[in-house]
Nanobody, 123 residues
């Protein structure tokens, strides 16, 4: 499967952005999906994950209550709605797909990765 992330940009603190990740292939609904981010000089970290059905979601503590992950299997797309953005949310955001698990927050269980989209939050 190929993943294409989009929707990043420059936003002021307190603002909102919605990231999208479009997947190719006919088996999108079989994959658990996740969003990760990597800030300059830091390791890639988990942000949010959603099960193949959309029935289960998980969030990093740092984004809980501000970010919402969702998916539309008919459109082969997963979304990340980001509200109340903070400067510390600045990073390249990556979407990822995992096969063979219901849902996972573990980076190494993801099989496919998108190219990343840059989110910059100014103070």
């Amino acid at each position: 499967v190929q993943l294409q992330a989009s929707g990043g940009g420059l936003v002021q603190a307190g603002g909102s952005l919605r990231l999208s990740c479009a997947a190719s292939g006919r088996t999108f609904s079989s994959y658990a999906m996740g969003w990760f981010r990597q800030a300059p000089g830091k390791e890639r970290e988990f942000v949010a994950a959603i099960s193949w059905s959309g029935g289960s979601t998980y969030y990093a503590d740092s984004v809980k209550g501000r970010f919402t992950i969702s998916r539309d299997n008919a459109k082969n797309t997963v979304y990340l709605q980001m509200n109340s953005l903070k400067p510390e949310d600045t990073a390249v955001y990556y979407c990822a797909a995992a096969l063979g698990v219901v849902v996972t927050t573990t980076r190494y269980e993801y099989d496919y990765w998108g190219q990343g989209t840059l989110v910059t939050v100014s103070s």
